[in-house]
């Protein structure tokens, strides 16, 4: 608003996080905070995080309640908030946290062949950005034409797969 140039602000964003009060920030955040590219897990003990979900949007709230459902205290949810330029040392920052840190997973709701995860997989993995050790897996909805499954009994179905595959223990076999 201090700009001579005004532009429209375009937000994509799913109708369920206008409404959810979770994805809500206060008003200081926008008057006293910065962007942030990577969101920490605050729930998570850092000590007893062996695996960090990496994801963007809304399947953040569903893995977080499933985790905390779950009572599942070795898995952190991180958020990925910029892919471009991609936030390497924040994200490893971040991770670093962690001194028992043995997997990293990217979890997206998109198929396999859309999203971000192809751009964070070459940034991660064959950069050799992670520590030795630390193994990269991904969750995805089987690669498809389309973004969505058509049905709605089929995406709750395979959202449902995706949720529970992206917090196993270990990694799922059908994606690594």
Known sequence: MHRDVRKPQVVFTPKSLLRLPAARSPSEDLTRGHFEEVLPDGGA???DVRLAVLCQG???YE???RRTEDELGDVAVLRLEQVYPFPEKRLLDELGRYPNLEEV???QEEPENMGSYGFAHAQLHHKDALPDGIRFTHVAREESGSPAAGSA???EREQ???IESALARPAPPWRS
């Open 153 to 155: 009994t089929l995406h």
């Open 63 to 65: 893995l977080d309640r």
């Open 58 to 60: 809304k399947v953040f």
């Open 160 to 162: 449902a797969r995706l």
């Open 105 to 107: 997973r990217w979890a």
């Open 45 to 47: 003990r850092p000590d």
